[in-house]
């Protein structure tokens, strides 16, 4: 499987709305890609950085998360809270 | 929730030994440890560094984890093929 660890760094004081795009996004994955297998919001010890820990059955379902009217739809209201782009850790699961 | 990652480097060419060691681990995790809701070892794009991605219901099985006894038995057999101390981040989830 694939596992992806997203950093997302966001704006000071934007914690709140942050936070309120993200669950509703995580809502929608799990209610609506049968591929996703993990996507779990993370805070770091750092108040403005976050991580996700993300599991994807396969490449396809990677494919169909990036594709996701859920997900592009939450595009624009995380870029209105991020601070730069997310960085993103590539990982390959040992079973 | 609690979520762990943990960063993990080998010695050179001890990679079959190193996964064969935290496969029966990780079924161990899975098998005695209810507080556990992930116990994932994935490759990263380094060949000798392997992270563990965790997540525990609470604080006390994050010490059920360290207390086990299958995990204390898998102390030595993956200090010998470790090349230095995992580096643990802790991360809280947010639901």
Known sequence: MIALVATLKIQEGKNAE???VFRE?????RANEPG????QLTRTSDPNTYKVLEIYKDEAATAA???AEHFKAAGPK???VLAGR???ERLTTVD
């Open 18 to 20: 942050f936070e309120a």
């Open 25 to 29: 996004l995580s809502q929608q994955v």
């Open 36 to 39: 996703n297998v993990l996507y």
């Open 65 to 67: 998360h990036r594709d």
């Open 78 to 80: 995380l870029g209105a």
């Open 86 to 88: 997310p960085e993103i």
